[in-house]
């Protein structure tokens, strides 16, 4: 239950806003104003809705709190209320509705319906015109107010007396609303002052209420000296009463409830889902034209990779690995080429010719040498040889250590008995 | 007559929605969160269909600058003379060039006494393996070895002389015993 609440009573030449305060289980008055404002006999009569929410703005600006969500009492001269068995047994919300309309001047399109239950046997219908309703509530949106639930007067104040009465009747300026109790439940009716006020105001019967609208003032009393409610008096009880009630007979479904917290979330919820979509679709369509170039970009550097392709392998088309082939063609020619540098153990082709070659140009023109034999290869040279004496074999290895990259032995010598002296010498090759 | 208690019935409670209205409305916003289920899943593959072929095209991109190197590596490394060879020879191939190479050095043909080709030997740690044949030469000059050796090299730039081993035939000779160990490489890459 809301702290406060405001309700605006629509009568036929008056419009009241009644403010209460909750205060614990009960609901105090704290403002009430009316301005007057002639409304439709019915809601199907032209009418400018916007003067409507004017008159409520008037009156609701008189109200000592701030006022943005209202109740709205409407007159029973704009509904049709019937009410039906549930004897037949009906299921949905359609059901129901196609039930009443047997009963209505209007087709159900162009209604707009609720039901509540009464007692255990009646159902009550409640339809209202759609397009002024709509047209009504739009207004009051506009004016500013959010209407929290619509309601009708003389069904409001039969089922939500304390204790309620048999019989009810709203007295105003053109139509006196009436219910009452009957074998077939509650029974509505409209009649004009004339007729309603003919035989009733002597009436003491305490299964009857009236709610008196007629004037802007309260009239304490009838030609018998009753007292009956006033206007302000009877537009403070029937607020009253809706203040307390949470189940109400409540037309303000479909669109007439745009403002309630469901249907407000149901419709952010669908701003925003939309608003996804928008930006996925255009998102979408950005990503298919920037991988509509990417592609084109990929065609071009096929055609590229192809035409390299065959320049190098006799092909028609681009194989799976191509980049692999020609990178694995390369390696292969570096290494029947030998370009590769880095393998250090192979000698060049012609290493021990160059060494025998360099040992023959390190002698001295004057040494005497007989070689007998010699091994070349690329890592060590052997010589073995005759010379005359020993220090002759020393200036051969002195000579060899002329020699690049080579490491020469002393040499062995052998005097030989016929003279001279053999020698042998090993060199080797140093290590890069 | 007393009051009836107002209630609410089971199904057909208050302020029961015009169907057309609220079911319409909870249906679009169905809908609706269907079509946007539809859409984030389309976008999302885009979106993975995208990237995919962004991908594809920097590795292409990578690719053919790759291969630009290695195209114009090879249309060089083609005209370079190989000192490698593809497979093994044939020993007849290679007794072959020998004895062309003695021709052409003036080596009588009776000089040449054996020829025994060795075990092949990967050399370590590299893609090549060595080929090696051993040629015994009787009574020839060093010159002539020398010359023999340059144009078995000149003819064919894949031999090499592995080693030369000389022996004096006699004190008095300036011929000698030549053992001349021939060889040339194979490329082969482990697999």
């Known amino acids: ?432 | 007559m007393s009051a009836s208690p107002v209630e609410s019935t089971s199904s057909t409670a208050a302020n029961v929605e015009p169907l057309e209205t609220g079911i319409a409305r909870r249906r679009r916003l169905l809908i609706l969160v269907c079509l946007l289920a539809i859409t984030l899943l389309g976008t999302w593959l885009q979106w993975r269909a995208y990237a995919d072929t962004r991908d594809a095209e920097a590795t292409a991109l990578a690719q053919l600058a790759q291969m630009r190197a290695d195209a114009a590596a090879i249309e060089s490394l083609a005209r370079q003379p190989r000192q490698a060879a593809n497979r093994a020879r044939a020993n007849q191939e290679l007794l072959a060039q020998v004895e062309q190479a003695l021709q052409a050095v003036g080596v009588a043909s009776d000089a040449w006494r054996d020829s025994v080709p060795l075990p092949p030997v990967r050399l370590a740690g590299s893609d090549y393996r060595r080929y090696a044949t051993r040629i015994y030469l009787e009574g020839v000059s060093l010159e002539q070895l020398a010359a023999l050796a340059y144009q078995l090299h000149i003819e064919d730039p894949q031999l090499s002389i592995g080693a030369i081993d000389l022996a004096r035939r006699s004190a008095d000779d300036d011929l000698v015993n030549v053992d001349l160990e021939l060889t040339y490489l194979v490329y082969a890459p482990f697999k």
Not at chain 1, 99 to 116: K, V, W
Not at chain 1, 247 to 268: F, I, M, N, Y
Not at chain 1, 297 to 319: C, F, G, H, M, W
Not at chain 1, 383 to 391: D, I, P
């Open chain 1, 1 to 432: 239950m809301k702290r406060t609440s405001t309700v605006c009573i629509l009568t036929d030449e008056r419009v009241f806003a009644v403010q209460l305060k909750r205060e614990g289980r009960s609901c105090r008055p704290v403002g009430l104003a009316s301005v007057p404002c002639t409304l439709p006999d019915s809601l199907f009569d032209s009418f400018d809705p916007a003067e409507i929410a004017a008159s409520v703005k008037s009156a609701c600006d008189q109200l000592p709190l701030p006022t943005q969500e209202i109740d709205l009492v409407i007159p029973l001269n704009w509904c049709f209320v019937h009410c039906l068995s549930v004897e037949t047994r009906r299921s949905t919300p359609t059901e129901w509705m196609f039930a009443l309309e047997e009963f209505l001047p209007a087709p159900m399109e162009e209604l707009i319906c609720a039901f509540q239950g009464v007692g255990a046997e009646r159902v009550l219908g409640t339809a209202v015109p759609r397009a002024p309703a709509i047209a009504l509530v739009r207004s009051l949106e506009a004016a500013g107010f959010s209407v929290s639930r619509i309601t009708v007067d003389v069904l409001l104040a039969a089922m939500h007396f304390r204790q309620p009465p048999a019989a009810l009747t709203i007295e105003d300026v053109r139509w006196c609303r009436h219910v009452e109790q009957d074998s077939s439940g509650w029974r509505f009716t409209l009649s004009t002052p004339r007729d309603a006020g003919a035989g009733k105001d002597s009436s003491d019967d305490d299964t009857e209420a009236t709610l008196v609208f007629a004037t802007g003032q309260d009239d304490n009393s009838n030609a018998n000296g009753i007292t009956r409610p006033g206007a302000e008096e009877s537009a403070s009880q029937l607020a009253d009463v809706l203040a307390q009630s949470s189940q109400v007979l409540d037309l303000s479904t479909g669109p007439l409830a745009t403002h309630k917290p469901v249907v407000r979330a149901t419709k952010l919820a669908e701003q925003c889902v939309a608003l996804a979509i928008g930006v996925l679709v255009v998102g979408f369509i950005g990503l298919a034209i920037a991988r509509h170039d990417l592609d084109q970009n990929l065609r071009t550097i096929r055609s590229a990779q192809l035409e390299l392709y065959k320049r190098v392998v006799a092909a028609d088309e681009l194989p799976a690995g191509a980049a692999a082939r020609l990178a694995s063609e390369r390696k292969r020619l570096e290494g029947l080429t030998r370009s590769d540098a880095t393998d250090v153990q192979i000698a060049s082709p012609l290493a021990p010719l160059v060494a025998l070659r360099a040992f023959a140009e390190s002698l001295p023109a004057e040494l005497r040498i007989q070689l007998t034999s010699g091994q070349f290869s690329e890592r060590q040279i052997t010589l073995a040889g005759r010379t005359t004496t020993h220090r002759e074999a020393e200036r051969i290895a002195e000579a060899a250590t002329a020699m690049a990259d080579f490491t020469v032995r002393p040499p062995r010598t052998t005097r030989l008995d016929s003279g001279g002296v053999e020698f042998s010498l090993i060199a080797t090759r140093n290590e890069r």
